[in-house]
Structures are given as structure tokens and as C-alpha cells.
């Protein structure tokens, strides 16, 4: 009697076990679209990604190289201070992007191009996403406060 309840036992824990990685790669298989890695402009040039890849791309807007094309589409260069990456973006920019500021933009990088599907622009004084700080602070491009004493946005 005994050995039948131990013989349950571990077939109710093996069964679990394998329900639960089979849960852990799925959800890791449905998100994989959903995480984007962050690059700097040095990192881009120095091993450029596949074009299907998607990516952000972070650092200061290089300044005069705001080109406004015909209709909705932008053309600017992003540089963490040792390289710059021409940004191609169609669509209508945040109020707050200007030259010499810090900016994040979403996309792939096509033919030495980074196309943008998105574009995001500080949003006050003091704003730059870590990722950004930490990548111009390594340059010696960082004019700001030390990274690590700022708070986590996140929490």
C-alpha cells in the first residue's frame, strides 16, 4: 500500500515538473518579439546586427543632423560620442527631441541605416534612461549625476 502512494507521488511531481517547464518555454517563446535589446551607436558599428532584428538604439542627438524629408520622415545621426548611427524615423517626433539631447529610438538596422518605428525624447530636465547614461558615462561623453545614485524608474 505504501509503494502505490510513493509510486503517485513521484508521478504527481514528475508530471508537474514537466508542466512547469513546458509553461516556462512557452511563455519564454511567446515574448521573445516583446524584448529588445539596447545598443549603443559604438556597439551597432562594431558588430551590426541582423536586419529581421529588432533593437534600441540610445545616446545624444548629433547636433545639425536633423534633416526634415518631404512629408513625415526624419533623418538624424545618434552618437554616444566614439561613433554615430544615421536614424531614419517616419512620423511625428516627441516635442521635447532636439539636437544635443538624449534620445531612444526602436527599430532594425537595415543597409548601415537605423530604421525607427519608434522614437522617444527625454521628458524633463533631468531624464535619460539608464541604458543611455551608462553608455555615454563609459565614453566619458556622461555630464550628469553618477548613474547608480539616481533611483530605479522602475520601481
Not at 524584448?35 to 546586427?49: C, G, H, K, T, V
Not at 527599430?107 to 527625454?122: P, Y
Request: glycine share 10%; proline share 7%.
Amino acid at each position: 500500500m505504501k509503494s502505490l502512494k510513493k509510486t503517485r507521488r513521484i508521478q504527481v511531481i514528475a508530471v508537474a515538473a514537466v508542466a512547469l517547464a513546458l509553461s516556462t518555454a512557452l511563455i519564454g517563446y511567446a515574448m521573445r518579439d516583446g524584448i529588445n535589446f539596447f545598443r549603443s551607436p559604438s556597439e551597432i558599428l562594431a558588430s551590426p546586427p541582423p536586419p529581421n532584428e529588432v533593437f534600441r538604439i540610445g545616446g545624444l542627438v548629433e547636433a545639425g543632423s536633423i534633416v526634415r524629408g518631404q512629408s513625415d520622415t526624419v533623418r538624424f545621426r545618434v552618437t554616444d560620442g566614439m561613433a554615430s548611427v544615421e536614424v531614419q524615423y517616419r512620423g511625428i517626433l516627441p516635442d521635447l527631441f532636439t539636437e544635443n539631447e538624449g534620445t531612444v529610438g526602436t527599430g532594425r538596422f537595415v543597409d548601415g541605416v537605423f530604421v525607427a518605428q519608434e522614437i522617444l525624447a527625454k521628458h524633463d530636465e533631468t531624464y535619460m534612461p539608464r541604458e543611455v547614461m551608462e553608455a555615454l558615462r563609459e565614453q566619458g561623453e556622461w555630464r550628469g549625476p553618477d548613474p547608480e545614485s539616481l533611483p530605479d524608474p522602475q520601481s
